[in-house]
């Protein structure tokens, strides 16, 4: 596609619910970076894969939170059993590949949990 | 563990003014240094450095990396209310972007 996507843009949930928030990168970019963005602060990285693998999650919070990109393509970062803390703006960017390469961002997922 | 800071943390001038944003880092096997500009949306990229004391320029914005001394500067000239937004500095290493707070800039007519 023509930039990254991601879906659904706003996401209201109550405590305790799971979701799954979505990411559409760059036709053909390797690299797909997962990361947290909290008001007056930098995206905080919390995964990124390399084609289909997974290739660091060590900064996901705890394991509430998970990733997968099964064909290479789209990616889908779940957070089971929400918490008001994990209110915030979730990210996805993708690059060519590796950080050699610029990474391009999506517009974001604002997720609020009540 | 990687650590990126940038000053300051925000700024206020008026337009026509230059500006310098300063970022340092501390990482282990550095391999890219970013700066993005980021309005009420997704940051857009600015500029990609890898090589120490080559100065990268798009219009009014150029920006140099000192990997000896472990920082980046972005300069802006003649600035215009469009340049206010927060400006993103990001250190690619081992595998990942560590991004530091962000610098505000209002640029006042």
């Known amino acids: 596609g023509a930039g990254v996507s991601q879906s659904p843009r706003y996401k209201v949930t109550k405590r305790g619910q799971d979701v799954a928030l979505r990411c559409d990168p760059i036709?053909?970019?390797?690299?797909l970076y997962w990361y947290r963005q909290a008001l007056g602060q930098g995206p905080e990285f919390l995964t990124y894969f390399n084609y289909e693998a997974q290739q660091d999650k060590s900064g996901l919070p705890n394991d509430r939170f998970s990733a997968e990109r099964p064909e290479g393509s789209i990616s889908t970062l779940t957070i089971q059993r929400t918490e008001q803390r994990d209110s915030a703006m979730y990210r996805c960017a993708s690059s060519v590949q590796g950080v050699v390469n610029e990474q391009f961002f999506g517009p974001g997922t604002r997720l609020t949990v009540l | 563990e990687d650590k990126v800071v940038q000053s300051p943390l925000s700024l206020v001038v008026h337009e026509g003014d230059t500006v310098t944003l300063n970022c340092s880092y501390e990482?282990?096997?550095?391999?890219?240094l970013l700066w993005y500009k980021q309005e009420k949306k997704a940051p857009t990229f600015l500029f990609m450095l890898?090589?120490?004391?080559i100065e990268k320029k798009s219009g009014r914005l150029s920006s140099i990396l000192d990997k000896k001394e472990l920082f980046s500067i972005l300069n802006i000239t003649a600035t215009q209310t469009g340049d206010s937004a927060v400006y993103l500095c990001?250190?690619?290493?081992?595998?990942?972007?560590?991004f530091g707070k962000g610098i505000t800039l209002s640029v006042r007519p």
């Open positions: 990001a250190v690619g290493a081992n595998s990942k972007l560590t």
């Open positions: 036709s053909g970019h390797v690299s």
């Open positions: 890898t090589s120490s004391g």
């Open positions: 990482v282990t096997n550095f391999r890219s």
